[in-house]
């Protein structure tokens, strides 16, 4: 936009300058080839009234030793021509082609002064031509003709159209300087405003825009801007706030609630009272897991997070070892594979620990009796840190894939599994305050790759 501006800015003063500087040099040539034109017709009328005599009793002499001087002094020729266009004399530089020669003869015979029409032009090469009648009572006896070179006229046509030039280019110049001053002083607050609204989507709430600079317009929407962040971010706290809390006021009756129902088990004779009170136990667990991965999520989500360095390896094999007896009673197989013994990485604090258990307790459940989960650290390809999850289970669909990370999203096939819809949510939200990337894929037919990427320990944030 600032290039756009700029250039808008620039093709307006350009046209200006053309609108002005052209008709000024055409100006300036035409008024340079009418003063040489005027002084070479004084000239032309002065030797005409040296001609008159010569021409009333062939007396060549006066006119021809003038018109001889004249030339040796300016390098100009001149000649004078009767009435039947033969040379009367001429000076040794003269020479005019025959059609210049004929028109100034009827301007002459008609009585009037002739010269070449055309201005003068710094790539013009015909010479100036200029022709006086000699008059004797009325009676036209011939004409003094006299053929200027335009060299110097277009040396002083060019050096004025180079000036112009020069200060045009001048002028354009400064317009850049301008524009591009003009473009910035607009635009700053724009540019500052983009960045912030990126800032504000990524999560950072506390972005807020100085609004001192810039047009009044734009001063009015960046306070404008920040009242809405400040609204969105208010918002944004009630409702985390509200989640926090409500899921850690819920936990103490739930679970006042749950002993009181496990408290009933003995009392219950029948077998199918009892299937009933297992079946309210496990829900008052179940709510009790949404809970939790409710109040982790909005913990997770509050404001900014300090990173810190973490061995990615001793994570990962701390929590494969606390998943492993889960995998054995469900006859997976759980193993784990790092490119080397210690693999540095940026994190807040416990996200690639939460994010393994989401992640390996998803794949064991989903993986079944004989299936495999593989945990994977090391390098990523164009830096940062790689933590694969592979399982062989059912997998997901494209369209799948791409809610998996909504809250309390299960798939079609899930809904009959354990599970509160968090577990990737707070995975993702958990990745991303780290600065890094949760990507899953398919991997071939069946099973899913989940991938979680970090920085490298020594990267800027």
Known sequence: MRRRLAASYLLLMTLVLLALEIPLAVTLAS???????????????????????GLRTDSIGTVRDELTRYDELYGIGAAVLDRDKQTFTSSASYRLDPARRDAAMRAAVAGQQYSSTESVLPWSAEPIVVAVPVNDNGEVLGMVVIVSPSGRVRDTVAFWWLALGGIGLLAALAAVLTARSLANWVLRPVTVLDAMTHEVAAGDSGTRIADRAGPPELRRLTRSFNDMAYAVADAMERQRAFVAHASHQLRNPLTALRLRVEELGPSLADEDGRAEHRLALEETDRLATVLDGLLTLARAERGRHRLITVDAVTVAQARVAAWKPLARHTGTTLTLRAASAVVLMQAVPTALDQALDALIDNAVKFSG?????EVEVGPADGGGVAVHVRDD???????????????????????????SGLGLTIVAVLVDASGGRLTMSRVGERGLDARVWFRDHDAAP
């Open 31 to 53: 008024r340079e080839s009418d003063l040489v034109r005027a002084d070479r017709l004084a000239d032309a009328t002065r030797f005409a009234a040296l001609a008159r005599p």
């Open 369 to 373: 009796p004989g299936g495999k989960v």
């Open 393 to 419: 289970g059912p997998g997901m669909t494209d369209e799948q894939l791409g809610q998996a990370t909504e809250r309390f999203w299960r798939a079609p096939h899930a809904q009959n599994i354990d599970g």
